[in-house]
């Protein structure tokens, strides 16, 4: 792999990435690089030298295994931050540590694509309310959104105005009913994923969406 010049992704299953490789990446065209894991710490200090310089990265994935709730991912956390030139992210970790990873996404602000996964859904943290990412075209997350947060989530989608897709949690029907006016500040809102904690009425009647809506 480290002949090919012109080389700019590549994700094999099951390999284990040699440390002279990963050297190599710091100098190299790859946009994008395997699944970074938990278990891997033994390689962050090579992750931490090579990934923040790699001029060209684009696109970075970690997560930890979920059913080891108890990991330590800090170590990720911290090499996330410290990425800034990133333009995608993707990271799985226990929901404990949510808080912890969205005050490092406060640099980030050339994301365009963030997705947020954890082992079940999480409360709004007090960094992501504050978290303005000028480039955010997509959020998927399941972050689960109260009545309490309707104020400050809708200040938060005004800052955001190229979203195209948004996935998010609500505790109810009732909550998401009360954000409709909000949605019409996504001028280019096209993709709308929402999810209940609670079961809702099956006769209920959606009232006007925004019209540039194609997927709900």
Partial sequence: ????????????????????????MKTSPLRSIPRIY???????????????????LESLKCECLFGEPNQD??????????????????VGIPHP???I???ALLGLTNLVELR??????????????????????LLHTEMQISEADLSVFG???????????????????????????????????NSLDVFFMEDTDSSYCLPSLPPTLRKL
């Fill in 1 to 24: 792999l480290m002949n090919l010049s012109q080389l700019s992704a590549f994700d094999i299953q099951g390999v284990r990435v040699p440390e002279h490789f990963i050297k190599w």
């Fill in 38 to 56: 938990h278990h891997q710490r033994r390689l962050a200090p090579f992750f931490f030298n090579v990934l923040p310089a790699m001029s060209h």
């Fill in 73 to 90: 991912v800090t170590w990720m956390i911290d090499l996330v931050r410290q990425c800034t030139q990133l333009t995608k992210l993707e």
């Fill in 97 to 99: 540590q949510i808080p």
């Fill in 101 to 103: 990873l969205a005050a």
């Fill in 116 to 137: 947020l996964y954890a082992d079940e859904v999480w409360k709004m943290p007090p960094a992501f309310a504050t978290l303005h990412l000028p480039h955010l075209a």
């Fill in 155 to 189: 200040e938060w989608l005004e800052r955001h105005p190229r979203l195209e897709k948004l996935s998010v949690t609500f505790d109810r029907l009732e909550v998401f009913q009360q954000i409709y006016p909000v949605l019409y500040t996504c001028p280019v809102l």
